[in-house]
């Protein structure tokens, strides 16, 4: 089901579809999932030994460029949803995200990938990963 034997990080984090994030039809509001990718790419960081507001506050912002979605089954209200992050190469000036859903018959709802750069705050001017961002990166990279 997973993909396994790649060199990755790949985080898992479960939330339940609240009402408020449906349409009349009691499916998630498409808009609603760049919200949850941003939740999986939050926790990706967490999950390596920094918070997105530590990465802010050393002065990086991490703008979306690229966002791809492909929607394959709905996701519904009160169902409990397993949002899978991976990073999958080593950043350079951008990093790339890519994410599965899964809902709670196991079954791939969602497939997506983000593309954020680094943009150094004070500067505006794109810029390589940090060091110490890529440090805890290396440090977390695993076969999977």
């Known amino acids: 089901m997973y993909k396994t034997n790649l060199k990755m990080i790949h985080t898992t984090h479960t939330i ?12 998630v ?7 949850y990718f941003e939740l ?7 999950s390596i030994g920094i918070s997105y507001d530590e990465i802010e506050k050393l002065g990086i912002w991490l703008p979306v460029s690229d966002y791809n ?3 394959l089954k709905p996701a ?3 169902q409990k949803l397993e949002i899978h992050t ?8 951008r990093i790339e ?3 599965e859903i899964y809902n709670e018959e196991k079954i791939k709802i969602t ?4 593309t954020l750069f680094f943009l150094d705050a004070a500067t505006n001017k794109v810029i390589k990963c940090p060091d110490f961002l890529m440090k805890l990166i290396e440090e977390n990279w695993k076969e999977n």
Not at 29 to 35: E, K
Not at 111 to 114: L, Q, S
């Open 111 to 114: 497939e997506a990938r983000t």
């Open 16 to 27: 339940r579809v609240r009402y408020a994030e449906t349409d009349p039809m009691k499916y």
């Open 69 to 71: 979605i492909k929607y």
């Open 29 to 35: 509001y498409y808009g609603n999932y760049a919200a």
């Open 86 to 93: 991976y990073v999958k190469k080593i950043p350079g000036v």
């Open 40 to 46: 999986g790419r939050v926790e990706l960081f967490r």
């Open 97 to 99: 995200f890519e994410y």
């Open 76 to 78: 519904l209200y009160d």
